[in-house]
Structure formats: structure tokens, C-alpha cells
């Protein structure tokens, strides 16, 4: 069975006048709303979006989360960018750490080291008041 578009489209062409009179006479009628309506249903559809955003990035963080003996397995150390597209990582796998070179489609092995245990960064005690957090900042930055 083979359609002819050219004469389809002349019958939908021949029944354009006799709908006309119908479209014509067809009134579109709006309905009036107040403002504070439509500005609460604005703001109610906006927080049923946000709701759902969230439900779904919390769904996903779950359902992505390694489970079983493969959760302590491996971890990210560090990473630092060195290029546009390129990072060095440093991932833990038991107790031992390897240095990784990650661009787009490739990753490569550049180390491997036993675990080190880093040095705490530790901070002396923030100051309760303003004047003696701005004191500690000054005499830290002076001390550089």
C-alpha cells in the first residue's frame, strides 16, 4: 500500500475552510487568577522540583555507594590537577598507596609506596573574641 502525500495534504487543505467558522467562533477564555494565587503556585511547583532534586541526588549518593568488603578497599589520599583534563591521584588500596596519572581514557600507574601516616595540621585554638582571632592572623601572616 503506497500514500500519496501530495493529495493527503490537498484533502486537509480542502477541509481548512469548512473549520474555520468553528476555530473562529471558539473563544479562548482565561481564567483570571490573583496574583498572590499564582505566585503561590509558582513558589509551591518550585519546591516540589527541589524536593525531587534532592530526593534524587540522595537515591543516586546510595545506590552508588560501594557495599560489602569492596567499601574499605580502596580510597582517594589525594589528587591534584597538573593540566586541563589530567590529575595525579594518590589512592590507598590496604596498605599501600598508588600514584596515579588520570587523563580522559587512560590511567597510569606512576608509584607505588607503602602507606605514610600524615602529619596532623594542627592549629592553635581559635580566640573567643574578634580582636584576638585578628591578632593570631596578624602575628601568623607576619611569621611567613
Same mark, same amino acid.
Given at each position: 500500500?503506497?500514500? /500519496?502525500?501530495?493529495?493527503?495534504?490537498?484533502?486537509?487543505?480542502?477541509? &481548512?475552510?469548512?473549520?474555520?467558522?468553528?476555530? +473562529? $467562533?471558539?473563544?479562548?477564555?482565561?481564567?483570571?487568577?490573583?496574583?498572590?494565587?499564582? =505566585? !503561590?503556585?509558582? =513558589?509551591? $511547583?518550585?519546591?516540589?522540583?527541589?524536593?525531587?532534586?534532592?530526593?534524587?541526588?540522595?537515591?543516586? #549518593?546510595?545506590?552508588?555507594? %560501594?557495599?560489602?568488603?569492596? +567499601?574499605?578497599?580502596?580510597? @582517594?589520599?589525594?589528587?591534584?590537577? @597538573?593540566? !586541563?583534563?589530567?590529575?595525579?591521584?594518590?589512592?590507598? @588500596?590496604?596498605?599501600?598507596?598508588?600514584?596515579?596519572?588520570?587523563?580522559?581514557?587512560?590511567?597510569? +600507574? &606512576?608509584?607505588?609506596? %607503602?602507606?605514610?601516616? &600524615?602529619?596532623?595540621?594542627? /592549629?592553635?585554638?581559635? +580566640? #573567643? /573574641?574578634?580582636?584576638?582571632?585578628? #591578632?593570631?592572623?596578624?602575628?601568623?601572616?607576619?611569621? /611567613?
Amino acid at each position: 500500500m503506497k500514500l /500519496d502525500l501530495p493529495s493527503m495534504r490537498t484533502h486537509y487543505l480542502a477541509a &481548512l475552510p469548512l473549520m474555520l467558522p468553528a476555530l +473562529a $467562533g471558539a473563544e479562548t477564555t482565561v481564567p483570571s487568577q490573583s496574583l498572590g494565587g499564582s =505566585i !503561590a503556585q509558582l =513558589i509551591f $511547583g518550585l519546591a516540589i522540583v527541589l524536593v525531587l532534586m534532592f530526593a534524587t541526588l540522595w537515591l543516586l #549518593k546510595r545506590l552508588s555507594a %560501594p557495599r560489602g568488603n569492596a +567499601a574499605g578497599l580502596m580510597r @582517594v589520599v589525594a589528587g591534584t590537577a @597538573v593540566g !586541563a583534563r589530567e590529575r595525579v591521584v594518590v589512592v590507598e @588500596v590496604g596498605s599501600t598507596w598508588l600514584v596515579l596519572g588520570v587523563a580522559p581514557g587512560r590511567v597510569s +600507574a &606512576l608509584a607505588e609506596m %607503602p602507606r605514610v601516616t &600524615l602529619p596532623s595540621q594542627s /592549629d592553635p585554638p581559635p +580566640a #573567643k /573574641d574578634f580582636a584576638g582571632r585578628l #591578632k593570631t592572623l596578624l602575628n601568623h601572616r607576619h611569621a /611567613d
